[in-house]
């Protein structure tokens, strides 16, 4: 074998590095960190989690130095939100590091908790790459905590230090919930703002305001709770009825919806409207990640629908229930039992039945929460979209069942929001060597090939290339803007009125400058402003018809 040049070597099989734990008496003095979504969802994660005991703090959003650092120090050909949150955890370790902490006590004293997933996108690479790169900037065991997607939290690995109960979970649904409906109202009301940055300054109090209550909160025991105390069953059953029926967040988000309604707002400008679609992370940041992408639009005068978390959330039980239905309980090549074996054979599709339903519940409930947040903000944001819809109009085109980044829904979203007529223009961020994203890419090219009207572009987001991007966008947006400006001037045409008696009408009518007025939106019509005018038209038409003649 040594004259065959085939002596055997000492094989160095891989093992899974040593990892320092984070445990419950630690939690005094360990600040857990986590980051990747808005400010305003972060801020509420972090009143909850303080509501729980934890230390914790939000990393800043990503810049171009995380980037950079994220390439210096991660491997190559990752994908680009990959560089930016990996570099930017070790931007704020180099930071703790340059304001006076020893390396050793900011391994000692802090944790990071991030998703994480099996792939089948470089999702699955995030925890290695995080590793990686904290090792190669010389924060060796540094602890990174995992909370899978599809599987929660590796309990072995958080050593309970983080408590994943059913009060931790509930707060973090509810901080997610509500950090969406906020942001969706905020980014529908300052583009019609009289008065150039007061969302923003309302936006701030308001989050501030929240974030204290959320801190300060004490269930109030309602009348379901003092019933279920009585019986017994006050355990977590009915901390989750609780839930369901007590009116803890209703209340303050009640006190944010009249701040909010508070800002005076001009309808009659003309925007045009674009929904953001992308890969999950490149669509939520608002930072350098997408080149500050709703600034810019907001900038150039578009209106933005950004996406929320819970679609995401609803996509995740939705691709878990569609896996139970195409497996019928045969999981990992389990043989169907033979045809006379009716006893086996009934309690697997009994047993698949029970895993679904109890699935289909979590959808109802989730949606039901989420939508209680929306009545209680005002009503203005958008509902969540039935993923059965989004299910049926993507798959021609991209196979539902291929999972990994946003699936199918790219090219979902993109057909439902153009064929509903809720937007002029997609804008879908796709960052720079992602897999998932490349794929829909190429089955977008059929899907504007069959609908001729939409306007859709897609920009990479490769963490440089702004002011490419940013032309590309603008040309798309002055597209965008035709057509909203189009449909404003035929929407005026059918009133039979003038753009100033409409004003005039407005200025008597102090309701209509308010952003939490519902404006009923037409089927084919877009814009704000068109449908504006229609209803402001109707109105005074019917006011008219209903005056008493002297
Ligand atoms: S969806 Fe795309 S960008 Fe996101 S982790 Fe997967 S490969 Fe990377």
Known sequence: MTQAGIAPKQVQ???RP???TFTKNQREYTKV????????HEKLIQATLERLGYLCEPVPTPDKRAFQLGKEYGNNGQCNPTYFTVGNLVQYLQGLEASGLSKQEIIDKHVFFTAGACGP?????YEAEYRLALRNSGFDGFRVLLFQQSGGLNQAEAEAGLEMNLEFFLGILNAMNIGDVINEVAYQIRPFEVNPGETDRVLTECMDYLAQCIREMKPEPTKLDKFLHGTGLDGEAGRFLHQLFAEDYVKPLRVIRDRFNAIPVDRTRVKPIVKITGEFWA???EGDGNFNMFKFLEKEGGQVIVEPIGTWIMY??????????????LEDGAVLPSMWRVDKRAKIAFETKKKILKLKAAEKIFKREYHRVVEALGGTAHHLVDQYELQRLGHPYYNSRAAGGEGHLEVAKNIYYCNKSLTHMVLCLKPFGCMPSTQSDGAQSAVVSHFKDMIYLPIETSG????????R???ALGEAKAKAKLEFKSALEETGMSLDDIKAYVELHPELKQPMYNVPKREEVVGVAANFVLHVAERMKSEARTQVPA
């Open 13 to 15: 099989h891989f093992q």
């Open 18 to 20: 040593f990892e320092n």
């Open 33 to 40: 960190l986590f980051g990747g979504l808005t400010w305003k």
């Open 121 to 125: 996108c470089r999702f699955g690479m």
């Open 283 to 285: 669509q939520t940041t």
């Open 316 to 329: 995740m039980i939705h691709q878990v229930i569609q896996k139970y239905n195409d497996e019928k309980g």
């Open 464 to 471: 440089e290339g702004d002011v490419n991007a940013h032309s």
């Open 473 to 475: 966008v603008q040309m």
